[in-house]
């Protein structure tokens, strides 16, 4: 008598404890599949007023961004287009391809400063 109800407690812990899995299963692959809200950034970095090269990268909390670099007087770079945050990285996709620039930034985990390198050129801008 006392294995027939040692079967039956073995039977119904079994039961119970595939139950709990599958209810954990189930909620962390809803969890899983939850967006994060991820708003954009909402602000401006540039080069000092009294350089000439008028660099700016305007990034918006709409995920869209205006950039100027006005470094080399026969190529001025004017464009905006869209970014993409990841992290500390900003990777900004113009709405016109054929223009080469620096496209991606990272910004400081304070977020006063933006750093680019494109091949041997260097560009570091702060909060305006």
Same mark, same amino acid.
């Given at each position: ?18 139950? @709990? #899995?599958?209810?954990?299963?189930? /909620? ?8 994060? *809200? %991820?708003?954009?950034?909402? $602000? ?25 670099? @006005? #470094?080399?007087?026969?190529?001025? /770079? ?8 990841? *992290? %500390?990285?900003?990777?900004? $996709? ?25 091949? @041997? ?8």
């Amino acid at each position: 008598m006392q294995q027939i109800k040692n079967q039956k407690f073995k039977g119904n812990c079994m039961k119970n404890f595939i139950k @709990l #899995s599958f209810v954990l299963l189930i /909620i962390s692959c809803c969890s899983a599949f939850t967006t994060i *809200k %991820n708003d954009g950034l909402n $602000i401006t970095y540039g080069v000092s007023d009294s350089d000439p090269s008028k660099i700016e990268l305007k990034l918006n909390k709409n995920y869209t961004f205006t950039y100027q670099d @006005l #470094s080399v007087s026969s190529k001025e /770079i004017k464009l905006s287009g869209t970014y993409m945050l990841k *992290k %500390n990285t900003v990777v900004l $996709i113009p709405a016109e391809e054929e223009i080469k620039f620096h496209n991606k930034w990272k910004i400081s985990t304070d977020k006063k400063t933006a750093k680019s390198r494109r091949w @041997l050129c260097f560009y570091t801008l702060r909060v305006k």
